[in-house]
């Protein structure tokens, strides 16, 4: 335990929440930005609660729950096809490196 009773420190040789969280952001950028999207739906939809008239809270909050989910499930698509063409550019780019080693060793 560290010297200083009110802070809670890590193991060493573990990384802290700020770095696992950037470290995990950085692997897999599209995570952080389906959260802000969801995040910005729910603060817009709470704010559009005030606003709104007669409109029942059960289905304010359905709407706003399948706008989240559509952002979640956005963030995620596009990061599959981010993935799948990157993926797809290295291969390209390995098939065409092999193709051209034996040719340029003759």
Known sequence: MSADKGQWTPPKGEDTVPE??????????????????????????????????????????????VAAQACVVGAILLGTVYSRYRDYGRRTAQDAGSKQGPTSAQ
Do not use: D, F
């Open 20 to 65: 696992k969280l950037l470290r995990k952001s950085r692997e897999s950028p599209l995570v952080p930005a389906g959260l802000a999207a969801c995040l910005a739906v729910a603060v817009y939809r709470i704010h559009r609660l005030r606003a709104c008239g007669p409109t029942k809270l059960s289905v304010h909050l359905i709407h706003t729950r």
